[in-house]
Protein backbone atom coordinates (compact mmCIF):
# COMPACT_ATOMS: atom_id res chain seq x y z
CA UNK A 1 0.00 0.00 0.00
CA UNK A 2 3.14 2.40 0.84
CA UNK A 3 4.42 1.42 -2.82
CA UNK A 4 1.19 2.51 -4.31
CA UNK A 5 0.74 5.94 -2.29
CA UNK A 6 4.50 6.65 -3.19
CA UNK A 7 4.42 5.91 -6.62
CA UNK A 8 1.01 7.66 -6.86
CA UNK A 9 2.81 10.84 -5.69
CA UNK A 10 5.27 11.01 -7.73
CA UNK A 11 3.43 10.52 -10.78
CA UNK A 12 1.25 13.25 -9.51
CA UNK A 13 4.36 15.44 -9.30
CA UNK A 14 5.53 14.94 -12.29
CA UNK A 15 2.24 15.82 -14.42
CA UNK A 16 1.96 18.67 -12.35
CA UNK A 17 5.93 19.53 -13.90
CA UNK A 18 4.92 18.95 -16.76
CA UNK A 19 1.17 20.98 -16.84
CA UNK A 20 3.32 23.70 -15.33
CA UNK A 21 6.24 24.11 -18.01
CA UNK A 22 5.26 27.14 -19.96
CA UNK A 23 3.64 26.61 -23.76
CA UNK A 24 6.65 27.95 -26.33
CA UNK A 25 3.28 29.41 -28.41
CA UNK A 26 2.40 31.63 -25.14
CA UNK A 27 5.73 32.19 -23.58
CA UNK A 28 8.99 31.30 -25.74
CA UNK A 29 11.33 33.21 -23.81
CA UNK A 30 14.47 30.86 -22.63
CA UNK A 31 17.42 28.40 -24.19
CA UNK A 32 16.08 25.66 -26.43
CA UNK A 33 18.45 23.03 -27.73
CA UNK A 34 18.49 20.33 -30.06
CA UNK A 35 20.21 18.66 -32.71
CA UNK A 36 19.43 19.48 -36.66
CA UNK A 37 18.90 16.39 -38.72
CA UNK A 38 20.05 16.67 -42.31
CA UNK A 39 17.47 16.08 -44.83
CA UNK A 40 19.42 17.25 -48.21
CA UNK A 41 22.73 18.88 -48.38
CA UNK A 42 26.02 18.77 -46.22
CA UNK A 43 24.49 20.39 -42.67
CA UNK A 44 26.25 21.02 -39.36
CA UNK A 45 24.82 17.78 -37.64
CA UNK A 46 27.59 16.88 -35.38
CA UNK A 47 26.58 18.76 -32.24
CA UNK A 48 23.48 20.43 -30.52
CA UNK A 49 22.42 23.86 -31.84
CA UNK A 50 21.00 27.07 -29.55
CA UNK A 51 17.88 28.48 -30.06
CA UNK A 52 18.38 31.63 -27.59
CA UNK A 53 14.83 34.00 -27.43
CA UNK A 54 15.02 36.73 -25.14
CA UNK A 55 13.06 40.33 -25.28
CA UNK A 56 12.34 41.00 -28.58
CA UNK A 57 16.00 39.43 -29.61
CA UNK A 58 16.21 35.99 -31.13
CA UNK A 59 19.46 34.18 -31.88
CA UNK A 60 20.15 30.50 -33.33
CA UNK A 61 23.50 28.83 -33.27
CA UNK A 62 24.04 26.00 -35.18
CA UNK A 63 26.13 23.11 -34.07
CA UNK A 64 26.84 25.80 -31.08
CA UNK A 65 29.56 27.15 -33.47
CA UNK A 66 30.76 30.31 -33.60
CA UNK A 67 28.05 31.91 -36.62
CA UNK A 68 25.19 33.17 -34.54
CA UNK A 69 21.82 33.88 -37.19
CA UNK A 70 19.99 37.01 -35.51
CA UNK A 71 16.34 38.24 -35.48
CA UNK A 72 13.39 39.61 -33.64
CA UNK A 73 10.49 38.48 -31.80
CA UNK A 74 7.13 40.02 -31.62
CA UNK A 75 5.38 39.04 -28.53
CA UNK A 76 1.90 37.23 -29.54
CA UNK A 77 3.39 35.76 -32.76
CA UNK A 78 4.57 31.76 -33.38
CA UNK A 79 6.87 32.17 -35.53
CA UNK A 80 10.61 32.61 -34.72
CA UNK A 81 13.30 33.96 -37.43
CA UNK A 82 16.46 34.41 -37.42
CA UNK A 83 19.44 35.03 -40.62
CA UNK A 84 22.29 35.37 -41.21
CA UNK A 85 24.08 36.96 -44.51
CA UNK A 86 27.74 36.48 -45.29
CA UNK A 87 30.03 35.52 -48.17
CA UNK A 88 31.51 31.92 -48.39
CA UNK A 89 34.92 31.06 -49.02
CA UNK A 90 34.75 31.56 -52.83
CA UNK A 91 33.22 35.51 -51.77
CA UNK A 92 29.84 34.03 -53.30
CA UNK A 93 26.94 35.42 -51.09
CA UNK A 94 25.73 33.04 -48.29
CA UNK A 95 22.95 32.89 -45.94
CA UNK A 96 21.92 30.93 -43.54
CA UNK A 97 18.42 30.92 -42.26
CA UNK A 98 16.14 29.56 -39.12
CA UNK A 99 12.48 29.41 -39.09
CA UNK A 100 10.71 27.87 -35.81
CA UNK A 101 7.60 27.57 -34.07
CA UNK A 102 5.96 25.90 -31.34
CA UNK A 103 5.28 22.10 -31.66
CA UNK A 104 3.38 21.27 -28.19
CA UNK A 105 6.39 21.94 -24.88
CA UNK A 106 8.86 22.49 -27.73
CA UNK A 107 10.24 24.24 -30.76
CA UNK A 108 10.38 23.03 -34.36
CA UNK A 109 12.50 24.79 -36.80
CA UNK A 110 13.69 24.54 -40.40
CA UNK A 111 17.53 25.86 -41.02
CA UNK A 112 18.60 26.13 -44.49
CA UNK A 113 21.66 27.44 -47.04
CA UNK A 114 22.91 27.22 -50.14
CA UNK A 115 24.06 23.44 -49.48
CA UNK A 116 22.26 22.18 -46.44
CA UNK A 117 18.39 21.88 -45.40
CA UNK A 118 17.31 20.59 -42.39
CA UNK A 119 14.93 20.00 -39.48
CA UNK A 120 15.40 20.42 -35.73
CA UNK A 121 13.01 19.60 -32.56
CA UNK A 122 14.40 21.77 -29.55
CA UNK A 123 13.40 21.22 -25.76
CA UNK A 124 13.64 24.12 -23.46
CA UNK A 125 16.76 23.79 -20.92
Not at 3 to 32: I, Q
Not at 71 to 93: F, I, R, W
Request: aromatic share 8%; charged share 15%.
Amino acid sequence: MRFHLFSSFVLLGLLTACAGAPDPGHDPEGRWVGKLIADQGTCPTARSSTLQIRDKNILFTPEDGPLVLQGSYKAGTQHYHAELSMQDVNHQPLTMVFNGYPVGQTIGGLFGTNTCHAHITMTRQ
